[in-house]
T-cell receptor, first 114, second 115 residues
Framework: GNSVTQMEGPVTLSEEAFLTINCTYT??????LFWYVQYPGEGLQLLLK?????DKGSNKGFEATYRKETTSFHLEKGSVQVSDSAVYFC?????????????FGTGTLLAVQP | EAGVTQFPSHSVIEKGQTVTLRCDPI?????LYWYRRVMGKEIKFLLH????????ESGMPNNRFLAERTGGTYSTLKVQPAELEDSGVYFC?????????????FGQGTRLTVV
């Protein structure tokens, strides 16, 4: 079945450091790919998405590119801030014949220190 | 516009008791989903309503879980009787379109602790 694998955390970085959180997926068909973020005390929020191969999603300085050849959707940010501290979830959804449900990874806790 | 709201935000119950979680989707959203995150693991799909009908309930763990969406508006998820392994965060999400995949908006979640 479809699955999403993302790097385990926690990831601890200093402010202004470069961030990469790896995410790979397995799927039948061609799913859409997402990164969701959960800030402390809040619900899940969509951070960015890509709906087809080679698409790049971007938001708030974060980027991720849909790589069909490596089945990956790694999240990157060039300079993290303390306010980026949160749990980040990679997810896939849709794709040929699939239902509308999202398949999530285990989440990666990011802690950014001043 | 109000987002997806869930109630309660936290619930602590004893094993064997019953708990009912409620989700109010964004107005006009026909699709409503329930998900669960247990013990810091991945967020797992439970079920999907389209209006008042269950479109996909393949993720429901067992028959102690009952989800309803009478009238196609808010939804409830009842756990009866609750077991220790039911502890986790239960998320609700809603989206607008039925035929194509669209962004789902999530609520803050209900943290359920069974002791």
């Amino acid at each position: 079945g479809n699955s999403v694998t993302q790097m385990e955390g926690p990831v601890t970085l200093s402010e202004e450091a470069f961030l990469t959180i790896n995410c790979t997926y397995t799927a039948t068909g061609y799913p859409s790919l997402f990164w969701y973020v959960q800030y402390p005390g809040e619900g899940l929020q969509l951070l960015l998405k890509a709906t087809k191969a080679d698409d790049k999603g971007s938001n708030k300085g974060f980027e991720a590119t849909y790589r069909k050849e490596t089945t990956s959707f790694h999240l990157e940010k060039g300079s993290v801030q303390v306010s980026d501290s949160a749990v980040y979830f990679c997810a896939s959804g849709g794709g040929g014949g699939a239902t509308n449900k999202l398949i999530f990874g285990t989440g990666t806790l990011l802690a950014v220190q001043p | 516009e109000a987002g997806v709201t869930q109630f309660p935000s936290h619930s602590v119950i004893e094993k064997g008791q019953t708990v009912t979680l409620r989700c109010d989707p964004i107005s006009g959203h026909d699709n409503l989903y329930w998900y669960r995150r247990v013990m810091g693991k991945e967020i797992k799909f439970l079920l999907h309503f389209v209006k008042e009908s269950k479109q996909d309930e393949s993720g429901m763990p067992n028959n102690r879980f009952l989800a309803e969406r009478t009238g196609g508006t808010y939804s409830t998820l009842k756990v009866q009787p609750a077991e220790l392994e039911d502890s986790g965060v239960y998320f609700c999400a809603s989206s607008q379109e039925i035929q194509s995949y669209t962004e789902a908006f999530f609520g803050q979640g209900t943290r359920l602790t069974v002791v």
